[in-house]
Structure formats: structure tokens, C-alpha cells
């Protein structure tokens, strides 16, 4: 790919301020797609293929469409969460590029009909929430953001909005809630928030890159975006690559070019030349891939098809030094941790698992184990408001799945270290409650 | 190892709950607090008219419960009784409903806590890189040292600086065993915490990004530039209810007898950001202090054990 789309020389001095944002062309699109009918814009965001970069992927010029048409208030609203383990990209481009956001939120917002839109930003990300609030200062100043913006009679107020230090505010209906001032619990769906959702009224929600790809989808034509990437997966997409690797950071890539040129091209793969064990492909919460699957083309129906997920774009990267029962055990408990605790499945069955895990590490555990905590990701599956629990149950279950041997051997070594500890009964006791607790 | 029980030393987490008091017996003899008389409840002027002016930025005014109580903690400490009823009696809402709230998120303190906030991330990529470590040594060096609220915190989104922590809402890393009595001491004595290690300096890692060499960015952004006086960001809150007058929900919290302006922290975020080309040498502008009224710890020259 010649010439990046959301990275290019975004180290610029002063490229967050109005002065150079514009000096480099900022803005025009903003002009451009207030000046064509809503319908006309929303085209090209359909035309473009663009998927929604916060996780799901979904299509966004779709999920503009879903809005009911007709003059009640709209709300847009930017989920500028970012707590998925592994991923750090929005935090980039608000920090270094604010205005791109801000001038794709008002675009978004004139296709969509929206009046009122929202940034909820983490609330851990202060420097970037100042950022944001320093560029919305100036736009609002310079009216691209207010009544009647460039002429164009689409009025629309932005408010950044700091969360407060929960995971589940990433999920969609959990912001809203919070949004509203509530404890961020997720919503049962239907009804989806297009058609309610904050204040009950229509809302769109997208991810900070989703909307930030706006403005270069009206500078190029949607179709002509189209042509990026792969067929089902258009355009560029900023990964997060972090872990075990020599260059961990933020790289924006074209959809579809081998993982492997990710990992070890651009960050340099695992350092001292140690091999890769697993590796997460869209934050924590995908389940894993193995050293075997680095030829995957990173697209999202590519790692669909490897049993996976593109999610957010972070690439964890785990060398072959690094116990998997570690790793599980530090997924499993940042899901309990971050469980709103609303559903039972997902309260409960995150609780069990790392208890189990821990009987594992401790050597209590007996390989009958690994079955009733892999029927027990099973069933957390499906079974909940939102995919929290999923979100857990899928790496948890992929690790089993996959390391299954070393997850026995940890158990076998861990009992034999215990016995030899002397603590033969304690062990022995440990395995029989547990035995017994199912 | 675990983040929920190095978290912090609290009991009523032991179980993996996240709803505090739940070993406390209610008392069933009281009625449930209600919405606080204005006549009774005094509210520092600042902080009303910051509550007042978020509330004016949503059609609802339930909305601005985050930053209302996130203001109300700048000023308390943590969110207190007090606190809450100050907040509840702005709001026109119950203490209760507040508390709800409160207890919910992970950067709003329901108990008190010491002033500089060292947030270690442990989640998967920074533990990857040693952040259990670095958490341990971060909590003992620390010590009992009231002025320090050291948490594991999950993925704080910097796992590019893997291990890494937020340190009065300031990214550094990435961290060593070595940094940690010069992490303390800046942040006891107010100064910018471990400037080269500032996320902020850091330029993009994608090779392809920038066409050309760009100067690593100030490490704190926007100190000393006159541009951020011209902006109205200094409108008095309220004024104009389009204007957040609030920058970082989230400073480090003023003492109790102090509720005066909002600290001068967050004013110095407000100023545009980094003045780009400016490199290391420029450090000087960052000896503007966090707290310029407050006095050096008198042990900010020692290192705790």
C-alpha cells in the first residue's frame, strides 16, 4: 500500500489543532458531503464496504440505514470506550488526530439525521478526552459544529463524555445506560438501538476508527475505497499489536495481507528469537490462534473462517515461554472482574472458571476438570444480554481446545510438586470437593 | 497474580463481587435517605456550578451523574457521604441512587484513598511483559505511604508501552524496577512523572506513517503555550453551557479544606496540545507543579523501602 489513510504523518507537529488539520486538506470532506443529500451520503458509506472497526464489523452504511426516517431526535453517539485487552488505536488517532473524528461525526450524523451526538471516551484516557475536548473547542469555533454548519442547515451539538473505568461501558447498550447516568448494564435486545437507544430515541453508535474513516471515504468515493483490501473486507484497518514482540505499537494495514507480515514484519516477532505459542487476533477475547495459523490473511471472514474473530484488531502475541495456564488465567480474570454481574451464565460461569483454573495452577485438579470447565464456556454461550461472558468463554474454550496437553501436564506437575510438598492431603482433599462440588 | 485480589486489600471483593458493603447489616430502622434540602446541605460554589454546567449538556440531567461525582471526588477525595449528598442535592437526585452508581465504576473511590493514584496495568500484554512484578514492587516501595492509592488496574489501552502505569492520570512506560522511586518522588512532589516515559512523547510505531523525521512530542502537552489563553476555555462554568468547564474529570484530588478552583492540573491540560517540535530541552516548562500550592512531601527526596 503506497500511502497510509489514517496514520499519514500523523506525528505532524501541531496536527491536532485546527490550523494544520485544515492546512492539510481537513474539513473539505465535511463541506463536500454537507453539500450532497443525506441519501447521497450514505451511499457512498455503503458503497465503501466499511466495517464497523469496534469489534462486531459490522457494516456501517447498514447500520445507518436502520435509523427510522422521519423528524423525531437522533442521537449519534462515538463509543470511544477502548477497553478490549490488547487494543490502543482510537487512543492514537484521538491523541494525535481529534479533528478527523470530530469532522466524521458530523458527517455520519448528517446521513443519519442525527441532531445530538456524544463522544463517550474512557475516563482512564485523560490527555486524549482533553484533546478532544481542546479540537471540539475549535471546531466549534470555527462552526463545523453548532447550528447551521457551513450553511448546510444540519445542525448538530457534540458533548465528550468521560466514562468512569468499566469494560462493559464498550458494549454498546452498557454505554448507553451509562450514557444515561446509570450503573453501565447492558440492555436486552431487541429493541436495537437504532431504533432505541439513548433516551429511547434512535441512536447510532460507532467506533472511533469507524467514524474517523469517514471523512477519507467522502475525500475518495466510496467505490474507490471499495477497491482497498479484500472483497468482503474493504479498506485499511489499524491493528494493535502488543505482547512479545520487538516493535509492539500501532500499524495501519491493508485487509488481507498475511498475519505473518504483521507479527513478525512489522513488529518484529517475539524477541530472542523465541518461537510463537499463541496469539490472540482481535483482543482478548477471540479465541486464540497457534503458530500454525500466522498465514491466515487478516481480514474478518478470513479469521471467521480460522475459528476466530478480527474483533478490535489487537494482535496479543505469547512466545513459547509463557505458560498457558497463565495465560487463561489472566483472561478469566479480568471477565470476572469486568461482569456487570446482570446474567446469571455469564456472572457465575466466569467466577467458576477461574476457580477452576486456580485449582488448576494449584494441582487440585483433576483432568475431569477441563471438561466441566469447557461444558461451562459452552454454556455461557448465547446465554446472556451481552457477550461478556462470551467474550471469555471463547479464548478460555479455544485454550482448552488447543493446549489441551500442556494444561494436563500443568495439573500433573503441579499435583506431584504438591505432594512431594507434603501436602499429599491437602491435594487429595482438593480433589475430591472438587470432584464433589459438580 | 490476580487482579482481584491484589486490587486492593478490600474484604468485601473477596468473593468476586462487585457490590461493596454486601457483609455490612443494613439498618433496617432508617429510612432510605432522600433527596437533600438545599437549606441544609452547603455545596462549594465551584463545585455546583461544574455540576450545574454538565448538567446543562444533556437533555437529561440524570447524564451528568459520571462527571458530576467524578467532580465531586477532585474535590473530596473519594466519593464521601459528604460527597454524594453534595452531589445528590445538585442533582435532585437520591443518595442512593448516586451510591448505585458509584459503586459500579472502577476510577470512582468509595473509600478513602491516598491523593496520587498509581494505576498498574496487569492485564494480559503488560503481565506478558512483567507487570505482576513491577505491580508488587510499585505497592511495597509505596509502602503505607498515605498519599499513594496503588491499584492493579485492568488494560488501561497502552499495551504498546508494556509494563505501564497511569500515575495521576499520566501514562508512563515503559516501566522497570528501576523507575519506581523516581515514579514516586515526581508524583509526591508534584512534578511531570518520568517525562521520557511519557505516552505522550511517543511517536506512531507504524514505519510507513510519517513521510518524514518528526521530534518526539513534549512530554507535557501543551504547558506554555499561549494559544490555549486565547481559547474561551476559561469561560466561567455555567456561562455557557456549551463550554464543558471541566477538562479532566479525573485530577488528582484537592484537600478537604480546599475546595478552591479546579486544580491547576487540569487547567494545564486545556492548553493545545503538544507544541510539536519541541524536544527534550524544553523540560523546564514541566516544572509547573500539579499541585504549585501544595509543599513538597517532605520525604519526596527519599525513596520508601
Known amino acids: 500500500m503506497s500511502e497510509l489513510l489514517l496514520f499519514a504523518d500523523i506525528d505532524e507537529p501541531g496536527l491536532n489543532t485546527m490550523e494544520v488539520y485544515q492546512r492539510r486538506g481537513g474539513y473539505e470532506s465535511l463541506r463536500r458531503a454537507l453539500a450532497m443529500p443525506p441519501e447521497a451520503v450514505l451511499h457512498e458509506l455503503e458503497a465503501s464496504g466499511l466495517r464497523g472497526r469496534g469489534g462486531a464489523g459490522f457494516a456501517m452504511g447498514k447500520k445507518v440505514s436502520f435509523l427510522p426516517k422521519g423528524g423525531m431526535d437522533k442521537y449519534l453517539v462515538c463509543n470511544a470506550d477502548e477497553s478490549e485487552p490488547g487494543t490502543f488505536k482510537d487512543r492514537e488517532l484521538m491523541q494525535k488526530t481529534p479533528h478527523v473524528l470530530i469532522e466524521g461525526i458530523v458527517i455520519a450524523s448528517y446521513a443519519a439525521g442525527a441532531s445530538r451526538s456524544f463522544i463517550y471516551i474512557r475516563g482512564e484516557y485523560q490527555l486524549q478526552a482533553d484533546m478532544l475536548d481542546a479540537a471540539l473547542t475549535e471546531a466549534r469555533a470555527a462552526g463545523f459544529i453548532g447550528e447551521n454548519i457551513v450553511g448546510s442547515g444540519h445542525s448538530l451539538s457534540l458533548v465528550v463524555h468521560r466514562g468512569a473505568g468499566a469494560y462493559i461501558c464498550g458494549e454498546e447498550t452498557g454505554l448507553l445506560d451509562s450514557l444515561e447516568g446509570k450503573r453501565g448494564n447492558p440492555r436486552l435486545k431487541p429493541p436495537f438501538p437504532a431504533n432505541q437507544g439513548l433516551y429511547q430515541g434512535p441512536t447510532l453508535i460507532n467506533n472511533v476508527e469507524t467514524l474517523s474513516t469517514v471523512p477519507t471515504i467522502i475525500r475518495m468515493g466510496g467505490a474507490e475505497y471499495a477497491k482497498l483490501g479484500v472483497e468482503t473486507s474493504t479498506g485499511t484497518k489499524l491493528v494493535s499489536v502488543s505482547g512479545h514482540v520487538q516493535r509492539p505499537g500501532n500499524y495501519e494495514i491493508e485487509l488481507g495481507i498475511p498475519s505473518r507480515e504483521i507479527i513478525y514484519g512489522l513488529a518484529g516477532g517475539p524477541p530472542n528469537g523465541r518461537g510463537i505459542k499463541c496469539w490472540f487476533p482481535g483482543g482478548s477475547s477471540s479465541p486464540v490462534l497457534t503458530a500454525d495459523d500466522l498465514d491466515v490473511p487478516y481480514d474478518f471472514d478470513s479469521l471467521a473462517k480460522a475459528g476466530t474473530m478480527l474483533g478490535s484488531g489487537a494482535i496479543i502475541v505469547a512466545d513459547d515461554q509463557t505458560p498457558i495456564i497463565d495465560i487463561a488465567l489472566k483472561v478469566a480474570k479480568f471477565y470476572r472482574h469486568e461482569s456487570c454481574g446482570k446474567c446469571t451464565p455469564c456472572r457465575e460461569g466466569t467466577n467458576w472458571t477461574v476457580k477452576m483454573l486456580q485449582r488448576i495452577d494449584a494441582g487440585e485438579a483433576t483432568p475431569m476438570d477441563l471438561d466441566i470447565m469447557a461444558s461451562v464456556q459452552e454454556h455461557i454461550m448465547g446465554n446472556c444480554l451481552c457477550v461478556l461472558g462470551d467474550a471469555m468463554a471463547m479464548p478460555i474454550g479455544s485454550l482448552i481446545a488447543k493446549f489441551r496437553p500442556e494444561f494436563e501436564a500443568h495439573m500433573e506437575a503441579a499435583r506431584l510438586r504438591a505432594v512431594a510438598a507434603g501436602t499429599e492431603a491437602t491435594a487429595s482433599e482438593g480433589v475430591l470437593s472438587a470432584q464433589g462440588a459438580h | ?305
Open chain 2, 1 to 305: 497474580m490476580s487482579a482481584s485480589d491484589t486490587t486492593r486489600p478490600v474484604r468485601r471483593y473477596e468473593h468476586g463481587s462487585r457490590v461493596p458493603g454486601w457483609d455490612e447489616a443494613a439498618d433496617l430502622t432508617k429510612d432510605p435517605a432522600e433527596i437533600p434540602d438545599p437549606a441544609t446541605t452547603p455545596v462549594p460554589d465551584d463545585l455546583r456550578a461544574e455540576i450545574e454546567a454538565h448538567m446543562a449538556n444533556y437533555p437529561d440531567r440524570r447524564s451528568a451523574t459520571l462527571p458530576a461525582l467524578a467532580a465531586a471526588q477532585r474535590v473530596h477525595g473519594w466519593c464521601s457521604p459528604q460527597a454524594i449528598d453534595q452531589v445528590a442535592c445538585v442533582m435532585r437526585l437520591t443518595p442512593a441512587y448516586l451510591a448505585s452508581v458509584a459503586t459500579f465504576y472502577d476510577m470512582l473511590e468509595t473509600t478513602p484513598v491516598g491523593r496520587h493514584a498509581v494505576y498498574v496495568c496487569t492485564n494480559i500484554s503488560c503481565s506478558l511483559c512483567g507487570a505482576d512484578e513491577l505491580y508488587d514492587a510499585i505497592r511495597d516501595a509505596a509502602g503505607e505511604d498515605p498519599e499513594f492509592n496503588v491499584r492493579a488496574f485492568e488494560c488501561l489501552g497502552a499495551c504498546d508501552i508494556a509494563p505501564m502505569a497511569s500515575v495521576d492520570g499520566v501514562y508512563v512506560g515503559p516501566l522497570s524496577l528501576e523507575d519506581i522511586p523516581q515514579l514516586l518522588d515526581d508524583a509526591r512532589a508534584g512534578r511531570a512523572v518520568l517525562p521520557e516515559k511519557q505516552l505522550a512523547r511517543r511517536l506512531v510505531a507504524d514505519p510507513h506513517a510519517n513521510s518524514q523525521e518528526f521530534a518526539l512530542h513534549a512530554a507535557q502537552p501543551g504547558t506554555g503555550s499561549a494559544q490555549a489563553q486565547d481559547a474561551p476555555t476559561g469561560t466561567s462554568p455555567g456561562a455557557n453551557p456549551d463550554i464543558d468547564p471541566a477538562r479532566a474529570s479525573f485530577g488528582p484530588p484537592m484537600t478537604e479544606d480546599r475546595p478552591g478552583p479546579a486544580a491547576p492540573h487540569e487547567e494545564s491540560h486545556t492548553q493545545p496540545p503538544h507544541e510539536g517540535d519541541v524536544p527534550h530541552q524544553a523540560r523546564s516548562d514541566q516544572d509547573i507543579p500539579h499541585h504549585p500550592h501544595e509543599p513538597p512531601h517532605p520525604d519526596a527526596e527519599e525513596p520508601q523501602g
